[in-house]
């Protein structure tokens, strides 16, 4: 058996060097139709119209890349298609790879969390490196959020950036026209998006899952529109400015308060420092991740939870043992849209300036991406993408113009590579004890 | 009186355009049941290539309209076909058969690849072409001085649209590839297991719509006169609402659809306000999908269990 | 829609199937049949491919919604009207339960996940709708447990228990048909729809199943109503059986009895088989076809 595999292997090694030759010129021509054009041609501005510059070199690039990166595809092909598959080993390996998996994220799990308690107190800390914290940590909510509606109750939403922008523009106008603190509009933006959620999902739920995605992308967009033109309510494309900052319990964060009042530095005897806001805003958005984190492993363990996770495997199946789809997908949608909302009031106090460029429709695939790559329904997915995702982007501020080239390519590339993501592996909400009657549930 | 046949003119030169994305929205869908995220943006490499092309004839020096135009629609159906059938290839394809969301993903990320790639390679600012067609007929002149105007080029557009939907329906319905199609349509499995090559059946169709989607390229630049990166996406939507609206998997009902979405966003920018146009084309999508889920001309489906 | 009168449904009987019809646009899927299921009986619903008899399923859990005809299920529960009822609230009052013919399980979930997601109702009423058991509250925990015993009851009689934490989708296929009727007895049904269960199990697997719902029947005394091909399913363990062709009942009665009618002979041997038969024989078949027909009027079951 073993010899037979051996042979197998050998057998099959060898390289049809002609056939991969061909295929990889093939390859390169029809990337020579594709950049011919787009690339081989840029339109310039001209001074009586449009005028056309050749840069036959990036074309020749283009068709060697391809050429190049198609003959190494076809060795790697090569090498790993008559891999011997014996079952029982495949078997060890998935599962040893599963147990890796969870030590991996007993251990790694805590040490991150303590990790990002104490990172203000490095001495590494600077403003910088809190910002962009602060940044991947707003994102890791949206992504644990989005996750509730995406990875757990599989439906796809396209516009989650409303819900954003539904809580952010809530705070803003309570906080401008009512005067109320950040602390009471938190929970009333969390509300407004919820019943925003409510509203858009009950409708559109009973649609399938394409049809959903693309209304969940109309109604985004509609959003976005409404605030762009709305000028009375929302000031339009100039925005929202002057949202005031959160406070320590109603200390403020600033140098010099009005006679009577303390502040912050004043009260706790402190030598003024700008970053004390924003250690305190990294704390807020770090315990609002965790919060959503805590939801939603909590919320997993229950009935809703296992419901959406039946719901996404199959929907017909749910019908059929009495589970109400429309009911159970609407509590996704409305609880992934409140911690949008959450979400959302954070980023209008963090900026204290909000427009409606700051939800447009790539916003929603950037979330989504996190949520994809990181693996379906892995709360610990969304984190490692956030990081690689928005941390390395701000790594490579240079090649800002790349960013989203490569984000779109990174989208395909996974999606074809690993269709469920990259840690998509799933632990069961409930074991089976072995004692009949034992212990309850851990 | 006149200012209504003005956009009515207008809105059936819009809906032509959105009819033509519509179709390859239509036919991807009913054959593979995928909605392809990127085909607003292979139109909208449709509208680059044609720009391009015609930069390039300009250069050259061939001034016979009629026949840089002829050029510009075979290089630009030609290349952007190119496109379509790389796409389905490297981003579709791999995922026949993978978990359901999978594809959706996979196209929104080719969708924002384009975008980028577009935008990277020609530059993020908006391209503007001078006039190509010009002239047109004037009529029905208001005491006011008001007239109702049908250019040529409108003229061309629904021209164009009408004979290129007639030829497609005809190979839908007369040739081998069109049956093909039908029974890939019907039952994937059953249709390899007689003997149609499924791959190259899905490849043509994701040709045949890239190619429709590259001659509404054409036509929005010459209609409007410029373009820039950014316009597949809007585009892309309202031709997919469009589909919809018509019931998806009908060639009839994306013509239908696209010249019904052409009108209402021409009559709601003309009579209500313009800002809120995309609103309203959205507002129909979303009460089209829930009071008609199988659109104007689409079959009932009946859920398979 | 719906027949008018009262229900005729006599003690006895729990599932009361009156005059169905189907029509899929032009085509006509199930075209006025009409039987009846007991409590504690197995009840087989047979017929060539195309005989209607997935439909029939699909109309008595609500996945469609019959053209006209009266299905009532009166059980211990109350008196319900299935063909006005949506078909999740089927499963959840009238509490019928069903399997797939291309079997629907939760593949990416364990198996024990999937028996406890069938009591989802239970359990939801017992989490307070979720708000008491956010916080983990005992009520919730103790209905939890109730619903794994119940789960570790029914795994044990689908010889699963070793398997429980596994993915679902992970199980051969002869014990992914027996999870789908676990999952199905863990809604606690009354009725429960069998969707060709033997379909692809072997010898040893379909005698195992005979035995699992001999004992469903015999030690739940529920009723079953189960499509089959497997004739030997089917005559070992019915106690009735009603025949479908080309939409239509052509034949219903004892086990013994339905397998001499005349009729369901010709329908499964099919038409152009009647040309191979010796012309004795298919005199002898003509013959036999008139009485036949008429027997069939007056309603098989006596």
Known sequence: ????????????????????????????????????????????????????????????????????????LNLWWARRTPKPKVATAEQGVAASAAEAFKTFVKVAAPMAVIGAVVLPWMPFADRYLLDVSILVLTY?????????????????????????????????????????????????????????????????????????????????????????????????????????????????????VPEGTESFHTFFDLDYSSLHRIIFLYYVILVLALLTNWFTLRLRRLPIGRAWEALRE????????????????????????????????????????????????????????????????????????????????????????????????????????????????????????????????? | MEYFVQQLINGITLGSIYGLIAIGYTMVYGIIGMINFAHGDIFMIGAFVSLITILLLGMAGLSWIPLALLITLIVAMLLTSAYGWTVERLAYRPLRGSFRLAPLISAIGMSIFLQNYV??????????????????????????????????????????????????????????????????????????????????????????????????????????????????????????????????GSLPGAMLGGLLIGLIETFWSAYFTIEYKDVAAFGILVLVLIFLPTGLLGKPEVEKV | MSVDGPPTATAGTLLAVEHLTMRFGGLLAIDDVSFDARDGEITAIIGPNGAGKTTVFNCLTGFYKPTSGRLTLQAGSGLFLLERMEDFRIAQQAKVARTFQNIRLFPAMSVLENLVVAQHNKLMRASGYTFAGLFGLGVYRHAEQDAVELARYWLEQVHLTARADDNAGDLPYGDQRRLEIARAMCTEPVLLCLD?????????????????????????????????????????ISDHIVVLDYGRKIADGEPAAVRNDPNVIRAYLGEEEDEALPPEVARDLALEQGPADGGDDAGGRA
């Not at chain 1, 840029?42 to 990166?69: C, E, K, M, Y």
């Not at chain 2, 002149?141 to 290129?164: K, N």
């Not at chain 3, 379909?199 to 001999?214: D, I, M, Q, T, V």
């Open chain 1, 140 to 256: 890791i909510m949206l992504g644990w959020g989005l996750n509730i509606v995406v990875g757990l109750a599989g439906l796809l939403d396209l516009g989650y950036v409303a819900f954003y922008a539904v809580g952010a523009y809530s705070y803003a106008l309570l906080a401008l026209y009512f005067d109320l603190s950040f602390w009471a509009c938190l929970p009333l933006a969390g509300a407004f998006a919820c019943l925003f959620g409510i509203l858009l999902g009950f409708p559109v739920l009973r649609l399938r899952g394409d049809y959903l995605a693309i209304v969940t992308l109309g109604f985004g967009e509609m959003i976005r529109v409404i605030l762009l033109n709305w000028y009375e309510f929302t000031k339009g494309p100039d925005g929202l400015s002057g949202i005031p900052r959160p406070s320590f319990f109603g200390l403020p964060f600033t140098r010099r």
């Open chain 1, 1 to 72: 058996m073993v010899v037979r595999t051996l042979n197998g292997v050998a057998g099959e090694f060898r390289l049809d060097i002609p056939a991969i030759l061909k295929d990889c010129l093939v390859s390169a021509l029809i990337a020579l139709a594709l950049a011919v054009f787009i690339i081989g041609l840029r339109t310039t501005d001209g001074s009586g119209g449009l005028g056309l510059d050749f840069r036959w070199q990036a074309v020749g690039i283009a068709v060697v890349g391809v050429f190049v990166g198609r003959f190494l």
């Open chain 1, 314 to 442: 199959d929907e017909i199946a749910c019908r059929s043992l009495g589970i109400n789809p429309t009911n159970t997908k609407l509590t996704a949608f409305a609880i992934g849209a409140m911690f949008g909302g959450f979400a959302g009031s954070f980023f209008a106090t963090r900026q204290g300036f909000i427009s409606p460029e700051s939800f447009t429709f790539i916003e929603s695939a950037v979330i989504l991406a996190i949520v994809v790559l990181g693996g379906m329904g892995s709360q610990v997915g969304v984190v490692v993408a956030a990081v690689l995702l928005i941390g390395g982007t701000e790594l490579f501020r240079g090649l800002d113009e790349y960013r989203m080239l490569a984000f779109g390519g990174a989208m395909v590339l996974i999606m074809v590579w690993r269709p469920r993501g990259l840690l998509a592996h799933r632990e069961p909400t409930l074991k089976l004890s072995p004692a009949p009657t034992g212990g309850g549930p851990p």
């Open chain 3, 196 to 236: 060709e269960p033997a379909a692809g199990l072997n010898h040893r697997e379909s005698a195992e199943l005979n035995e699992l719902l001999l004992f469903i029947r015999n030690q739940h005394r529920i009723g079953v109503l189960l499509i089959e091909h497997d004739m030997s399913v089917v005559m070992g």
């Open chain 2, 119 to 248: 935008q990277l390679a020609q530059g993020a600012r908006v391209k503007p072409l001078q006039p190509v067609v010009q002239g047109g007929f004037t009529f029905m002149e208001r005491p006011d001085g008001f007239t109702v105007s049908l250019s040529y080029m409108q003229i061309v557009i629904v021209v164009v649209t009408i004979a290129l939907m007639a030829a497609f329906s005809l190979l839908i319905a007369r040739t081998s590839l069109g049956r093909a199609q039908r029974a890939c349509e019907q039952d994937r499995r059953m249709a390899a297991l007689v003997g149609i090559n499924v791959d190259r059946t899905i490849s043509l169709t994701f040709v045949m719509g890239a190619a429709l989607a590259a001659v509404a390229g054409m036509m929005f630049l010459l209609y409007y006169g410029v373009i820039d990166f950014y316009i597949g996406f809007l585009a892309g939507i309202k031709a997919f609402t469009a589909a919809v609206l018509g019931g998806i």
